[in-house]
């Protein structure tokens, strides 16, 4: 049975376990006239959950486990002549007899290839019968289990409210987990990358050019891949610099507007047309940034005598910066609709106006939200990549200039990593010491906001 299926089967049963339990709560208190500890409907939830988590549980192991299972154990079918080659892949191998087992076939594929097919697929099917055979005991089980204890001194809300709370450890458990292994894979490719360059090369460089990695592996001249960082970290924070520029004081002030000055129906109408900004693919921006605005800045450039490139960091920091409007003001208006009307009231019971109100209570106390949505803003800058590659273009030029054309770190992980890889190439691995440069910083920028929040939440709490 497909696991779908049987997912779905999980909580049809759970629910009638509800029913059930809930049912059987009810009769206790009404048909014996006896006190229950908790509501009828939390023995139904302690019923369908002691059902479905170990029925669910059961099911996401298999659904990741055997294939890990099935892809060790079919190596035994490999010819060792097969293994031992140079050219031996066995990711091409499991990929092969894996189209034997979904039916696809591209010419005639070696015998023992057909045979380890058909053994995977015997696998498979015992695999599907057995997780089904399962699935169903455990729900029905566990079920069981859960509605025998239905009792006048059983506390059900308590323990739901354990499974609850241990549903939701565990979810904070799996962000961490995920979070520490998306680290440590990036750090251990950027090891290898750094066992061919050395770092000081990679962080102090002036010069991005991968592009001769293959010419000089295949050792056909013509140039010397250089991988110095420092122009694609100066192109980030140049074009980050312009967008929040244009992001942070309209973000700002247009949430200062929106909280503390517009009324309820202008506020009703401009919040949510800012907000559609928000909704528009960065595609679109990026078309308006190379079709709209590069052209317009490259023409009123030329009026005044300014040589400004075709692509420019200044276009693609406008157009990014209106991108981000909408976070800093929805996130700003948030935080300022948030303080207490009672710091404004002493404010003006001690004689300030509006104004005075707004800069000198409403926005200090207001400022770690306002912190924390200019950080989201610069995120959203720092990690912008459709932008850049249509409006500032790809070349890395060590350059200050906001009118050259520029380009970002994101940007060149993006043209490094597209089409078929070979990693074991300093070009491809040198995605991974940029993107764990980028962490460092990003955790740096987070480090930082976190200390203003943190010193100015303790002055007004």
């Known amino acids: 049975m497909p696991l779908l299926y049987l997912a779905i089967i999980v909580l049809v049963i759970g629910a009638a376990w509800f029913y059930l339990g809930r049912r059987a709560a009810l009769l206790l208190r009404t048909r014996e006239a006896t006190k229950l500890h908790s509501l009828p409907h939390y023995y139904g939830f302690f019923v369908a959950l002691t059902a479905m988590l170990p029925a669910y549980a059961l099911l996401f192991v298999m659904a990741i486990g055997d294939d890990l299972v099935f892809s060790n154990l079919i190596i035994d079918y490999v010819p060792l002549d097969v293994q031992q080659a140079e050219d031996f892949n066995k990711i091409i191998v499991l990929a092969q007899i894996q189209n034997v087992v979904d039916g696809i076939q591209f010419g005639t594929p070696p015998e023992w290839v057909t045979a380890a097919g058909e053994a995977w697929t015997k696998w498979a099917d015992f695999s599907q019968m057995l997780t089904s055979i399962l699935v169903l005991a455990l729900v029905l089980g566990g079920g069981l289990v859960g509605y025998l204890k239905i009792n006048p001194s059983f506390r059900s809300r308590n323990a739901v409210e354990r499974i609850i709370m241990g549903l939701?450890?565990?979810?904070?458990?799996?962000?961490?987990?995920?979070?520490?292994?998306?680290?440590?894979?990036?750090?251990?490719?950027?090891?290898?990358?750094?066992?061919?360059?050395?770092?000081?090369?990679?962080?102090f460089g002036t010069v991005w050019n991968p592009q001769f990695e293959g010419a000089e592996r295949a050792g056909s001249g013509g140039g010397t891949a250089l991988y110095g960082s420092v122009p694609l970290f100066v192109g980030t924070f140049l074009i980050s610099l312009v967008a929040l520029s244009v992001a942070v004081p309209v973000g700002l002030f247009s949430a200062i507007y929106l909280s503390e000055y517009a009324t309820s129906r202008e506020r009703a109408i401009i919040k949510p047309l800012m907000e559609i900004l928000a909704g528009v693919p960065t595609v679109v921006y990026g078309f308006f940034a190379a079709l709209t605005v590069a052209p317009l800045l490259r023409t009123g450039g030329s009026l005044i005598g300014l040589d400004v490139a075709s692509e420019s960091a200044l276009a693609a920091g406008l157009v990014m910066g209106i991108m981000i409007i909408p976070f800093v003001s929805s996130l700003s208006d948030d935080v300022i609709n948030a303080v207490p009307q009672a710091l404004r009231d002493a404010a003006y019971g001690l004689g300030s106006t509006k104004n005075e109100a707004v800069r000198n209570v409403v926005l200090p106390a207001a400022l770690p939200g306002v912190v924390a949505s200019v950080l989201l803003a610069v995120s959203r800058a720092v990690g912008e990549t459709m932008i850049v590659v249509m409006a500032a273009g790809l070349a890395a030029n060590l350059s200050f200039n906001p009118l050259d054309a520029v380009t970002t770190v994101t940007s060149q992980i993006v043209t490094i990593l597209v089409g078929d890889q070979e990693f074991e190439s300093a070009k491809t691995l040198s995605a991974f010491a940029l993107a764990l440069t980028l962490i460092v910083i990003t955790l740096g920028l987070n480090f930082f906001a976190l200390q203003i929040v943190k010193k100015y939440r303790e002055q007004y709490e």
């Open 168 to 203: 939701l450890a565990t979810s904070s458990v799996i962000a961490i987990l995920t979070t520490i292994g998306i680290v440590f894979s990036v750090v251990f490719e950027s090891m290898r990358f750094f066992a061919l360059v050395p770092i000081q090369d990679f962080l």
